[in-house]
């Protein structure tokens, strides 16, 4: 197999698929800087394609601000669609494969259904009507590529949920959790490995497919259960989304089918507490 490369190599999930590349003996992988990895700058990602002939891109990069995007259209608009159309364009003219990373917001999440990949697509947020535009995009312009939606995601790196709720767990003696938006914590090692068994499966059903731990909890019992295993002496009281008004409207409702990946790819999915105990306990040492 040929050369991998990793845009946004230096995010959450970037790192996490250098964490999983590592345990897996992987050598042909790329992380670029981004400074020369920019996918805004075109002649920087042909040099890019043209010295490492990458069979595979992923795309890790992404404008993740959801409150903020709603005041920086412009560039939300640039990094999550423009970008993507960029590495598109890129994959086809050299012949790779592209792995593009979206997410559960480009659904209106007022459905309590578990949402597969042909439910319809409703963002209500600028965030996630800026990725929708993307995947619609990538796959106008590249039949070889597989767009991956996931959501709540959360790792030993970065900034995330389970990190700020430990750090505020262990500042404050109570802490007021939304508990009317559900959806599926996933865990972003789960999710690296899920993308390596996509590319060494060379399995061709490109496509959209969901990703996410298996189960379902609300931000309340999510920061619960984190309490609960870090065993974090703090009050959570759970509040309405109303009580807690933010600029983005968020899903209420954000669980994703994952039949699609399951039966393609022949994968077990981890449940998410399982997951999130793994994460902990890694937190920990």
Not at 65 to 84: F, Y
Not at 118 to 124: C, Q, S, W
Not at 159 to 184: C, P, W, Y
Request: a negative charge; hydrophobic letters at 40%.
């Amino acid at each position: 197999m040929n050369n991998i490369i990793v845009f946004g190599a230096s995010g959450q999930l970037g790192q996490c698929i250098k964490n999983v590349a590592s345990l897996q003996g992987t050598t042909n992988i790329i992380f670029p800087l981004e400074t020369e990895a920019n996918i805004l700058n075109v002649e920087g990602l042909d040099k890019l394609f043209e010295q490492y002939k990458p069979s595979y891109a992923i795309n890790c990069a992404a404008y993740t601000a959801v409150d903020k995007a709603e005041d920086d259209i412009e560039l939300a608009e640039k990094i999550n669609n423009i970008g993507a159309v960029n590495l598109a364009t890129q994959c086809k003219k050299h012949g790779t494969v592209l792995i593009h990373i979206s997410t559960d917001f480009v659904f209106k999440g007022d459905i309590a259904h578990p949402l597969t990949e042909t439910d319809e697509a409703k963002p209500i947020s600028v965030y996630g009507q800026t990725k929708l535009n993307g995947e619609l995009g990538v796959a106008s312009i590249l039949n070889d590529h597989f767009i991956i939606r996931t959501g709540w995601l959360y790792s030993e790196y970065a900034s995330n949920f389970v990190k700020t709720m430990l750090k505020l767990g262990n500042e404050r003696d109570e802490l007021k959790i939304i508990a009317d938006q559900v959806g599926t914590p996933t865990y972003a090692i789960d999710l690296a490995t899920f993308i390596f068994t996509v590319i060494n499966s060379q399995n061709k059903a490109f496509g959209t497919y969901h990703y996410s731990n298996e189960g379902v909890t609300s931000w309340f019992d999510f920061a619960r259960a984190i309490f609960d295993i870090s065993e974090t002496k703090v009050k959570a009281i759970p509040i309405r989304t109303d009580e807690y008004p933010t600029k983005a409207t968020r899903p209420a409702y954000s669980v994703m089918d994952k039949s699609k990946a399951k039966q393609t790819f022949n994968i077990e999915i981890p449940y998410w507490r399982d997951s999130l105990i793994s994460c902990i306990h890694k937190l920990r040492q």
